[in-house]
């Protein structure tokens, strides 16, 4: 199972940007896929999740600003980040668990917000 994340860069304080996590198999073939946030001298935070029934979730922090959805076309999930601040500028990281609740991780893409 392979991760792609991409649609990462920078982009100016209230701006937009959107986030894809392409993946090998179809995203219904996980249980949940999210997308994860590292900032510099910060912790992984869980930022958004979808789950198989469709359910989503999101921390405090970006809720109203960003929204978790499936393109099944392409086999991904996008992250839609509007009204972008610079505290949201970190590395993002897709990830996925399967039934049996094994975690695979793609490679990050940076976003970066300026003031």
């Known amino acids: 199972v392979q991760l792609q994340a991409s649609g990462g860069g920078l982009v100016q304080a209230g701006g937009s940007l959107r986030l894809s996590c392409t993946t090998s198999?179809?995203?219904?073939?996980?249980?949940?896929i999210g997308w994860y946030r590292q900032a510099p001298g910060k912790n992984r935070e869980l930022v958004a999740t979808?789950?198989?029934?469709?359910?989503?979730s999101y921390t405090d922090s970006v809720k109203g600003r960003f929204t978790i959805s499936r393109d099944n076309a392409k086999n991904a999930v996008v992250l839609q980040m509007n009204s972008l601040k610079p505290d949201d500028t970190a590395v993002y990281y897709c990830?996925?668990?399967?039934?049996?609740?094994?975690?695979?991780w793609g490679r990050g893409t940076l976003v970066t917000v300026s003031s």
């Open positions: 979808i789950s198989l029934g469709d359910s989503t």
């Open positions: 198999a179809s995203t219904f073939s996980f249980n949940a």
């Open positions: 990830s996925a668990w399967d039934a049996r609740g094994t975690n695979y």
